[in-house]
């Protein structure tokens, strides 16, 4: 993946705006609720180990043996849930980096592989600054197994910015034909 943006515009297309969101040291509720049930895993995996290790203790070998990578399993999930979300949001300033040309927004992240997200500035997308650090322009709408539809918003968020970044998309959305 190319470390410029023009490399991705289309020939009509112009940057307007690129930025990056802050580091968000926020405790969020779903943050929390991750970190409940990481204590939980690790409870059960710690019990699991300590199970493992009983059993080798007691020449149960085998079921010792089998126990230990169960365990250690559980207890690396339950890390990954509480340790996780903080990482990703005290660092998204160093994974993730913002784009506004005058046709679309460009989302690059860099966190386990690159990947390039695109989303159009539609002419009848509502934009929404959320408070001064968030704005959000894009409705994702996505379909479960069961054909129902969930919609999501997308934008920037963490930014400095966000007053500019809406004014800005206030023009594209008003040129958008």
């Not at 779903?30 to 290790?53: K, P, Q, S, T």
């Not at 169960?70 to 993730?96: M, N, S, T």
Request: hydrophobic fraction near 50%; charged fraction near 25%.
């Amino acid at each position: 993946m190319s470390d410029r943006w023009e490399d991705y515009f289309a020939p009509d297309e112009s940057l307007l705006w690129q930025g990056a969101p802050f580091s968000d040291k926020r405790i969020g509720v779903m943050m929390l609720f991750l970190a409940v049930i990481g204590a939980v895993f690790c409870v059960f995996g710690a019990a699991a180990i300590f199970d493992a290790f009983r059993r080798i203790m007691a020449l149960q070998i085998v079921p010792g043996i089998a126990i230990f990578p169960f365990g250690v399993f559980l207890f690396g999930v339950g890390v990954l849930l509480i340790v996780g979300p903080w990482y990703q949001k005290a660092f998204a300033d160093r994974h993730i980096l913002y784009a506004l040309t005058n046709k679309k927004a460009y989302v690059a992240t860099r966190f386990l592989g690159r990947r390039l997200e695109t989303m159009p500035i539609a002419k009848d997308d509502d934009i929404i600054l959320v408070d001064e650090h968030t704005v959000l322009f894009h409705t994702q709408i996505k379909y479960d197994s069961k054909g129902r539809a969930r919609k999501s918003r997308r934008g920037f968020e963490n930014i400095s910015d966000a007053a500019k970044v809406f004014a800005l998309l206030r023009g594209i959305q008003a040129e958008a034909t």
